[in-house]
């Protein structure tokens, strides 16, 4: 079985939300999207599971990788 391990990149996640003109509110309302997880993952104080990050980077139009590096370990 393959497990993803997950480095989030440092403030990338608030300076894209903030890009676009989201607040933490805003970005919660897309689907598997919860406001304190989301702030808890802003501050570096979780790491997100995968399926996670990619629903956040899909409601930010970004790229997984433009938010974490990601590596398939065993």
């Keep these: 079985m393959k497990y993803k391990v997950i480095k989030m990149k440092k403030g990338k996640l608030k300076e894209r939300r903030e890009e676009l003109g989201l607040s933490q509110q805003q970005l919660a309302r897309f689907p598997g999207c919860d406001h304190s997880y989301l702030s808890l993952i ?14 956040v980077a899909d409601a930010l ?14």
């Excluded at 802003?42 to 629903?55: A, D, M, S």
């Excluded at 139009?61 to 065993?74: I, P, R, S």
């Design 42 to 55: 802003e501050n570096g104080k979780r790491v997100p599971r995968y399926p996670w990050l990619k629903v």
């Design 61 to 74: 139009m970004v790229e997984v990788d433009a938010l974490a590096d990601v590596k398939e370990m065993d």
